[in-house]
C-alpha cells in the first residue's frame, strides 16, 4: 500500500487502483475516489453498508461488519455544476487523482480539473454510516432481493468496462440479469468475458481493488478478523499435529488390543479344544470302562456256562450211571423171573412142551423191552401232554402198568371235555369232576351241552383257576352261583355267549375277588344295571382283561360303570358292536388309562375323537378293522401320543392315505403294521415310512391290496428292513420281476404272500436264491407253470407251507417235484388247479 502525505491531504496514485484490501472507511478519514465514482455517487442520499456475495452463492447476504468483502456508500454533497462534460444526463468526471481532505465536521472531495483543483465536495460524517443500525425491514427488503450483490455487479462491470452510455448498459445489463434470475447472479456477470480482471478474490472487494482503497488504517475489527485467522490458522495447523499424533497413538493402541484380542481368541480357541478333547476322552473312558465290564461280564457268562456244562455233564454221566444201574438191576430181576417161569413150566408140564415154552418167554422179553412204565414220570408225562382226554381214557384201558401212568396228578391239572363233548356223557364228567377235584386248575366245557348238575359238581374243585364255559346254552345263572360259591379263586372266566343275566354280574366282584380276565362276549342278558354290579363289594378292581364284543345292548352310562369299577384294565377287545360310538371310549378312557391293548373290529362309528381320547393311555396294540370314519388326523399325533406302539392292525381304512405313514415312521417300537385295503396308500407314503426309525425293528408287513405299490417300494424294504421275517403283497400288480430280485435282499424274510400279482416263472427262478424261506403263497398267479415250481423247488429245501391255488396251468409235475425236493413240506394247497386233481392222491402220500 502506498502512501504520500501533502499538507492534511491524502493521495492515492492511479497505479495503485487494484491493489486496495477490505478496510473500511472511518467517520473523518479522507478517502480518494477513482474516476467515474464521484459521477456514479451524485444522486446518492445515505451511506449503506453490504456483503458481495461469493461467485456461486447468490443469495448469501449479511450486513455485518466481520464478513470479508464490504462496500461503503457514501452521501456526498456537490455543487448543482460539475466540471467536466455532461452527457445524456450525467456528469462525466475526468480520470484524474482525487483528494479527500477531512475535518471534523465534514469530509471534503477535491476533484482535479485542467486547471488544478477546480471543485471541492464536502461529504458530511453521517453518510458515512452502515445498514448496521438500519431498521430491520430494510435489511430484511436488501437480504430478500439481492440488492447489494446487483449493485456490486452492476459497478463492477462499469468500473472495468467504462462504456459510452452507462445508462444504457446498466439497462442492459440489469434485463441480462432479469433473465439469468437473482439466484445466479455473479460479480463479474456484467463484464466482458475478454475484460474479465485475472485476480483471485479470496476475502476482500473487488470494488476496492478497482478504486484502490488502500488509505485506510488498521481498525479493531480488522485486527480481530487476524487475530481470529491467524488464531483458527494456527490451531488448524496444530489440531492437524495433534490429530496425526493421535491417530499414530489410536493405530498404537489400536493394534495392541488387536494382539490382545488374538491372545484372548486363541486362549479361548484352547480352551474349547481342550474342552471338547477332555469331553471325548471322559466318554472314551465311560467307554472303556464299560467295555471292561462287558468283557468281564462275558468272562463270568463264559465261566458260568463252563461250571453249568462240567455240572450237567456230571448230572448226566451220574444220572446215566444211576439209569444203568436201574436197568442193570430190572434185567438181573428178568432174568430171575424167566428162570422161575422156566423151571415151573418145566417141572409142571410134559417134555413135549419145551420149544413153546421158550418161545413165550421170548415174547415176553420182547413186551417188556417196549414198557414204558419204566420211563421217569416227568418223560411219562411229557408224552401224555401230548394227547386229547379221549386219548388218555383210551390208553388207561391198555393195562394196570398205563392205567397207572394216567392217573398221575399233573397229568389232570387241564381238563379239556370240549374235544369229547359229543363222546363222553355227563356221568363220566361227574365221576372224573369228583376224582380230580383237588388237582384240576383249568376246566373248558366250550360248545358242551350238559345238565344244570354237572354244572354244580364244578363247584367241588377248590382250587379252580380258569373256567371256559362259552357257548353252553344250558349254563344259567344258578349254575354261576354254586361255582362262584365254591371256587373263589378263579383268574380266568369265559362266559361268552351264554344266557346269563345281572344276577350273574352280581355274584362276579362279590365272590372272584382275584378275577383278572373275563369274557361277556355276545352275552344280551345283562344290561347297563348289571355292569353297575360290578362295583359291589371289593369290585373287579383287578380285571385286566375285559371282553365285550357283541354286546350291543351297552350304553354310554354302561361304561361309564366299566370305568368306575374296572380301573386297571390293559386289555380291551370289543368286536362286532355298531352301537359303539367316540362318546363310549371316552366315558370308557376317563378312568381307565391303563389301557395298551384295544381291538375295534366291526365298529363303524368310531372316528379321530376315539383317537384324541386315548391319547391319555399308554397304548402299544391297536387294532381297527373295517372303518371308514378313521382318517389321518388320528395319525397325526400318533408319535407323541402312542411312542410305544408295537403292533398296529388298520385293515379296510379307507380314509387311511401316505400321510398316516409319514406320521408312523417315528414309532421306534413297532413291528407289526397291518395295512391291509387301504387302497389310497402308495410308494411315497411306504417310502416316507421307511426312512424313519420305525422300520428298523419291523417283523411283520402286511400290504394287501394296496394296489398302488409298486417295485419302488419293495427296493426301500430291501435296503430299510433287517428284520422283516413275513411280508404280504397280495394283488400288488404293479410288481414285476424286477421287485421280485429285491426281495431276496431281505435275508431275514421266512414268508411271503405274492397272490394275485404277475409274478411269472422268471420271478420264481430270481426268488430261488432266496435260501431262508419258509411259507410261500403265489395262488391266483397265472402265469406260472411247472417249469417255475420246479426250479423253485430245487432251491427251496426248508419250505414247510406252500399255496399255489387256481394256478391253472400246473399240473402233476409240481408234485412229484415237491416230494422230491421239499423234504420238509408240510402244507400245500391245490385248490382250482383242474390238472393236478387227478394224480394228487398218489403223489400227496409220498409227501
Given at each position: ?21 477490505n ?6 478519514a ?7 465514482e464521484a ?15 461469493p ?36 456528469c462525466?468526471?475526468?480520470p ?14 477535491l ?11 464536502s ?7 452502515s ?13 430478500e ?6 449493485c ?10 467504462c462504456?459510452?452510455?452507462p ?8 434485463m ?10 455473479l ?31 488498521m ?23 495433534w ?33 471338547h478333547?477332555?469331553?471325548y ?6 467307554k472303556?470302562?464299560?467295555t ?12 458260568l456256562?463252563?461250571?453249568l ?21 430190572h ?5 430171575k423171573?424167566k ?15 419145551p ?9 415176553v ?22 394227547l ?12 394196570h ?16 371235555f ?44 377248590r ?8 357257548d353252553?346254552?344250558t ?11 365254591g ?23 362279590r ?48 361304561f ?5 369299577s374296572?380301573?386297571?384294565i390293559?386289555?380291551l377287545?370289543?368286536n ?23 381291538v ?13 381320547a ?13 372303518n371308514?370314519?378313521?382318517t389321518?388326523a388320528?395319525f ?10 408295537s ?9 387311511i ?18 395295512l391291509?385295503n ?6 411315497m407314503?411306504l ?14 408287513l ?14 426301500k424294504?430291501s ?38 400279482t ?24 397265472y402265469?406260472?407253470?411247472d ?7 430245487k432251491?427251496?429245501?426248508i419250505?414247510?407251507?406252500?399255496d ?18 421239499c ?19 398218489a ?5
Open positions: 500500500m502506498w502512501r504520500k502525505e501533502m499538507g492534511s491531504e491524502l493521495r492515492l496514485p492511479e497505479t495503485a487502483q487494484l491493489k486496495a484490501y478496510r473500511p472507511l472511518q467517520p473523518g479522507s478517502r480518494r475516489l477513482l474516476p467515474g459521477g456514479g455517487a451524485l444522486d446518492a442520499r445515505r451511506g449503506r453498508l453490504g456483503r458481495c456475495a461467485r456461486g452463492d447468490a443469495g448469501a447476504l449479511n450486513p455485518e461488519p466481520s464478513f470479508p468483502s464490504l462496500l461503503l456508500w457514501h452521501e456526498v454533497s456537490l455543487p448543482p455544476s460539475c466540471p467536466g462534460q455532461r452527457e445524456r444526463g450525467r462525466r468526471v475526468q484524474r487523482p482525487l483528494v479527500a481532505r477531512t475535518t471534523p465536521a465534514r469530509t471534503r472531495l476533484v482535479p480539473a485542467r486547471g488544478g483543483y477546480q471543485r471541492s465536495f461529504v458530511r460524517p453521517w453518510a458515512m454510516a445498514l448496521r443500525n438500519a431498521n430491520p425491514r430494510l435489511k430484511n427488503y436488501f437480504k432481493n439481492y440488492i447489494p450483490q446487483v456490486e455487479a452492476l459497478l463492477c462491470g462499469i468500473l472495468v468496462t462504456p459510452e452510455d445508462l444504457r448498459y446498466l439497462e442492459g445489463m440489469i441480462v440479469i432479469i433473465k439469468s434470475g437473482l439466484q445466479n447472479l460479480w463479474d456477470m456484467c463484464i466482458a468475458p475478454s475484460m474479465k480482471p485475472n485476480i483471485r478474490r479470496l476475502s476482500e472487494t473487488y470494488l476496492e481493488q478497482l478504486f484502490e482503497l488502500d488509505d485506510q488504517l481498525t479493531p475489527e480488522l485486527m480481530i478478523k487476524a487475530c481470529s485467522f491467524y488464531t483458527g490458522h494456527l490451531v488448524k495447523t496444530h489440531f492437524c499435529t490429530r496425526d499424533i493421535a491417530r499414530t497413538n489410536e493405530n498404537v493402541a489400536l493394534a495392541e488390543k488387536m494382539n490382545r484380542a488374538v491372545t484372548c481368541y486363541n486362549f479361548r480357541l484352547q480352551k474349547s479344544v481342550f474342552h478333547w477332555r469331553s476322552m471322559e466318554d472314551q473312558k465311560e472303556l470302562k464299560n471292561l465290564l462287558r468283557i468281564q461280564q462275558i468272562i463270568y457268562c463264559h465261566k456256562s463252563i461250571i456244562t462240567k455240572w450237567r455233564n456230571r448230572a448226566r454221566l451220574k444220572s446215566k450211571k444211576k439209569e444203568d444201574e436201574l436197568i442193570l438191576k434185567e438181573l430181576q428178568l432174568k423171573w428162570n422161575r417161569l422156566i423151571l415151573k413150566r418145566a417141572t409142571a408140564e410134559e417134555s413135549n412142551f420149544e413153546q415154552s421158550s418161545s413165550e418167554g421170548s415174547l422179553d420182547e413186551t417188556l423191552k417196549c414198557d414204558i412204565s419204566l420211563l421217569p414220570e416227568r418223560a411219562i408225562l411229557q408224552i401224555f401232554f401230548y386229547s382226554l379221549k386219548d388218555v381214557i383210551i390208553c388207561g384201558q391198555v393195562n402198568a398205563w392205567m397207572l401212568m394216567t392217573q398221575l396228578n399233573s397229568l389232570w391239572n387241564a381238563i379239556d370240549s374235544t369229547v363233548k359229543n363222546v363222553i356223557p355227563d356221568k363220566y364228567i361227574l365221576s372224573t369232576l369228583q376224582r380230580w377235584r383237588l388237582n384240576v386248575l383249568r376246566l373248558n366245557f366250550h360248545g358242551c351241552l350238559l345238565r344244570p348238575k354237572t354244572f354244580r359238581s364244578v363247584s367241588h374243585c382250587n379252580l383257576q380258569e373256567l371256559n364255559v362259552s353252553c346254552p349254563f344259567t345263572d344258578e349254575s354261576m352261583r354254586h361255582i362262584s360259591e371256587c373263589p379263586g378263579v383268574l380266568y372266566l369265559n362266559l361268552s355267549n351264554t344266557t346269563i343275566t345281572n344276577r350273574t354280574m352280581r355274584l362276579l366282584p365272590h372272584f375277588h382275584n378275577l383278572q380276565n373275563l369274557s361277556l362276549a355276545y352275552c344280551r342278558g345283562f344290561t347297563d344295571k348289571g355292569l353297575q354290579y360290578l362295583n359291589l363289594g371289593n369290585g373287579c378292581h383287578k380285571l385286566i382283561y375285559l371282553d365285550l364284543s357283541g354286546c350291543t345292548q351297552i350304553s354310554v352310562q354302561g361309564r360303570y366299566i370305568a368306575n374296572c380301573t386297571g390293559t386289555h377287545t370289543i362286532d358292536m355298531p352301537t359303539l360310538t367316540d362318546n363310549c371310549v371316552k366315558a370308557l378312557v376317563e378312568k381307565c388309562s391303563r389301557i395298551t391293548s384295544l375295534f373290529t366291526g365298529a363303524p362309528h368310531i372316528s379321530d375323537r376315539t383317537f384324541k386315548l391319547s391319555t393311555c399308554k397304548l402299544r396294540k391297536i387294532r381297527f378293522e373295517g371308514k370314519r378313521v389321518d388320528s397325526k399325533y400318533i408319535d407323541k401320543n402312542y411312542p410305544n406302539l403292533h398296529i392292525y388298520m385293515a379296510d381304512c379307507k380314509g392315505t401316505d400321510s398316516s405313514l409319514r406320521s408312523l415312521s417315528p414309532l421306534r417300537q413297532l413291528t407289526v403294521l397291518n391291509a387301504c387302497v389310497r396308500i402308495g410308494d407314503g417310502r416316507q415310512f421307511l426312512d424313519g426309525p420305525a422300520s428298523i425293528r419291523i417283523r411283520e402286511n400290504l394287501s391290496n394296496c394296489v398302488r405299490l409298486s417295485d419302488v417300494s419293495v427296493m424294504l435296503e430299510r428292513c433287517p428284520n422283516l421275517n413275513y411280508l404280504s403283497l397280495r394283488n400288488c400288480d404293479h410288481l414285476t420281476a424286477q421287485g421280485i430280485g429285491y426281495i431276496v435282499n431281505i435275508f431275514s424274510l421266512v414268508s411271503i404272500d405274492l397272490s394275485g404277475d409274478i411269472s416263472n422268471e420271478g420264481l427262478n430270481v426268488l430261488s436264491k432266496h435260501k431262508k424261506l419258509k411259507e410261500l403263497s403265489v395262488s391266483e398267479c402265469g406260472i407253470t417249469v417255475g415250481i420246479q426250479a423253485f423247488c432251491s427251496s429245501l419250505l414247510e407251507h406252500l399255489v391255488s387256481y394256478c391253472s396251468q400246473l399240473s402233476d409235475m409240481i408234485i412229484k417235484a415237491l416230494a422230491i425236493y423234504i420238509n413240506l408240510t402244507s400245500l394247497s391245490v385248490a382250482g388247479c383242474p390238472k393236478v386233481c387227478a394224480g394228487v392222491r403223489q400227496t402220500c409220498s409227501i
